[in-house]
């Protein structure tokens, strides 16, 4: 089956859920309006749906081939990305000084769903393309941005990010690419990449890398890596380009997944070094990265909403279509769809519950982020800040960890036809696995929330997350509404649970760091499951006032009632994790290495 972007839930998740409308109406976003973002999510979906989507199986299947340096694509990539960027939709967020729409980014978050549920090989090309145009856009000198800016937004030229290497992964400090200074105060480049997520490709005729690299006399570690802009096609002063640059793709990986993604090795230096240009200041190049990274990590976050998503839809559809068997205390002659059963049932509400929260806790992180950047209040954009910082980790590992279990449970409701390469929810299941892994694999993520999120300030930002939570509880125990069962219980419960663990990790992490560490993915979970329990009642209570007459609001209140009473219930055992399994944890050598 294809793909229909979900516009309802989306715009339910983006007004209410994720503050859009009362950002709105606070006036953070000049004359853009709530029907503005539905027009353009709307379009969105029918290019996805159009365009994207039936390219999915197709990449998936034809992968990509490497020849003589250069990467050749799957069957109608080139012509899909032309599409793309003719219609504007590499520029919806991009900079208006250079070409770009101006929209906010949380719009250009829920169209990143909407790519990544349609085919995320795709997406993710432009997903690094914008990432790239944030770095340069905050660090990169005047003279750069003219001559690469207008290009990135367009998309006429892609952008990469360039850290990896043989011996540094998460550890980037261990980078041994090195830059040299020219004469003309541009620099030289040496070394070797991995893992370069469209390192090279054939739907542009221009490649802009940003790659960090060590000058001689940097100082040890992360302190001491830089940033370069390295084009594959160097430019010349009319614009047009000019000759090839020293950086290759040497190799492309095999992978489990993505197939349609172009994952390169990159060498730099084989004739005379790659000719590169700063960006921000000599080694302040992780401050620049880190830019980019942010940026993906949200982006990265929404892949695993789409993919979920994707599945859910394919699962819905196989459930209601495959008979198996008859429903409880049937005494029909003909066998029943398989989403009579309770059990797939509960596998679909599941499915859609981690979904719909993941989706809002990643639109929240873009809202958030949008203020920061929008507001002309300094008290104002100072917390949204504190708040984006402090959701992006649990936006990216959240939604990636959502992503996996989702695929996986899609799987699972093929039956034996899940595992059969031919009705796709396997590749669903392959996509999904390196959304953990990239851009800071998701224990990463968990040890920033702990060690720097919420310990930032003294908590600041959790304790003020924690009074609006609360805020929302309260209004579905005032609601006395019977549709939502238990909902206001489970979640009182489950901020409760966060509340504690959130003060013993603060104090461990004075008295017992190592404790604190073994505690931070549980508490990630945690943290994730109380917060996108709040955020779907916030949306049923929206819906139930019939604020944007996006149909039966009875169905987002069952969402929510279920997510409450299936999955944030779970706060106490993730509570008892995060407290009483530093033992077990640090204990572990006995075991392992017994």
Known sequence: MTYRAPIHDMLLALNHGAGLRAALQAGHYGEFDSDMAATVL???????????????????????????????????????????????????????????????????????????????????????????????????????????????VSGDWTGTMQLTEPQAGSDVGALRSRAERADDGSYRIFGTKIYITYGDHDMTDNIVHFVLARLPDAPPGTRGISLFLIPKFLVNEDGTLGARNDIFASGIEHKLGMHASPTCTMTMGDQGGAVGYLIGEENRGMACMFTMMNQARIGVGLEGVGIADRAYQQA????????????????????????????????????????????????????????????????????????????????????????????????????????????????????????????????????????????????AAVWALLDELSGIVARVESSNDPAFGTTGAKLRDALGALDRSSKWLLERMTTAPSDALAGATPYLRLFGSALGGCMLANEALAAKDQADGLGDPARYVTLARFFAENIAVQAGSLERTVIDSAESVMSADAVLLG
């Open 42 to 152: 709307e379009e969105a979906g029918r290019f996805a749906t159009e365009v994207l989507a039936p390219l999915n199986r197709v990449g998936d299947k034809n992968g990509i081939t490497l020849a003589a340096g250069q990467v050749t694509t799957a069957p109608g990539w080139p012509d899909a990305y032309q599409r793309w960027t003719a219609a504007g939709w590499n520029a919806v967020s991009g900079p208006e000084a250079f070409g770009g729409q101006g929209l906010p980014l949380a719009i250009n978050a829920a169209c990143t769903e909407i790519w990544s549920a349609a085919n995320m090989a795709f997406g993710l090309c432009p997903l690094l393309t914008l990432s790239a145009i944030e770095a340069l856009d905050a660090h990169g000198s005047d003279a750069l941005k003219k001559i690469y800016l207008e290009k990135l």
């Open 316 to 459: 819905l559809a196989f459930a209601q279509q495959r008979k198996q068997g008859r429903a409880p205390g049937s005494k029909a002659a003909a066998m029943d769809a398989i989403l009579v059963h309770p059990d797939v049932k509960r596998m679909l509400m599941q499915m859609r519950a981690l979904t719909a929260a993941a989706r809002t806790i990643c639109y929240a992180t873009a809202v958030a982020l949008d203020i920061a950047a929008r507001s002309t209040d300094a008290k104002v954009s100072t917390d949204a800040a504190a708040r984006g910082a402090l959701l992006t980790p649990i936006a990216k590992a959240f939604s990636t960890d959502i992503g996996n279990e989702v695929t996986s449970l899609g799987v699972q409701i093929h039956g034996g036809m899940g595992f059969i390469e031919e009705t796709g929810a396997a590749q669903h299941y392959r996509d999904a696995r390196i959304t953990a892994i990239y851009e800071g694999t998701n224990g990463i993520q968990a040890i920033d929330l702990v060690t720097r999120k919420l310990a930032a300030n003294g908590g």
